[in-house]
């Protein structure tokens, strides 16, 4: 059973626009997100992560937006650049461990 | 920093074979992690220890896979008998303390091809 959801596979936004990623989760005990990074061929890498305590969180161009009543999280990047093309894990803190979604590649195209 | 490091990058192995991964955590972090990935998933959670103990495994860990941190520093992944259903990427993480609110950091992982 897949507690961590990101239903979109992919995603293809202009440099400089918005780009928009969305998670679901399944068990209201989460209390800690985070979203992850990863290139091809390396280990994903931390990019930003929101308490249950909180409804936003804001690094630079990243904002992760938490709506805890409608379990779901989104991931704003704006503007939107080549270099964020990757692939994006959104991640549920599970007591000791991360429950990981099974991402989203984002293109970014000039 | 170093970072987390993992040996090898890539193993090609015949369906059978024993193999064996390492790990090098951050130096000064207590937790260590093992994560699968395989195409089109997100990482997968193994297995974890705290220090020297191993402290959770996922039903995923088969009897044909173990894992060990022998002196709460490096930590070795082995799978014996591989089969061709063990091809993946093998991430290890580490992090300062565990529990909630703690990012891991991962290596760049072991891709594993079993023909």
């Known amino acids: 059973d897949q507690q961590v959801k990101q239903n979109s596979p992919s995603l293809s936004v202009q440099e400089g626009r918005i780009s928009i990623l969305n998670c679901d989760y399944t068990n209201s005990m989460f209390d800690y997100f985070l979203w992850y990074k990863k290139y091809p061929a390396e280990g994903p890498t931390f990019l930003i992560s929101?308490?249950?305590?909180?409804d936003k969180n804001e690094d630079g161009r990243f904002t992760v937006f938490l709506n805890k009543s409608a379990k779901h999280l989104s991931l704003h990047i704006v503007p939107s650049q080549p270099g964020d093309s990757a692939v994006y894990f959104c991640a549920a803190s599970d007591t000791d461990k991360l429950i990981f979604g099974t991402g989203t590649r984002l293109q970014v195209f000039p | 920093d170093t970072g987390v490091s993992q040996n090898p990058r890539h193993k090609i192995t015949k369906r059978g074979q024993n193999v064996t991964f390492r790990c090098d955590p951050i130096s000064e972090h207590n937790r260590l992690y093992w994560y699968r990935q395989t195409l089109g998933q997100g990482p997968e959670f193994l297995t974890y220890f705290q220090n020297e103990a191993q402290l959770e495994k996922s039903r995923l860990l088969s009897d044909r896979f173990s894992a060990e941190r022998p002196k709460g520093s490096f930590s070795t992944l082995e799978i014996q008998r591989t089969e061709q259903g063990d091809s993946a990427m093998y991430l290890c993480?580490?992090?300062?303390?565990?529990?909630?609110?703690?990012?891991?950091?991962f290596g760049s992982g072991t891709q594993l091809s079993v023909l």
């Open positions: 993480a580490s992090s300062l303390l565990g529990g909630s609110n703690e990012k891991l950091f």
């Open positions: 929101i308490s249950s305590i909180k």
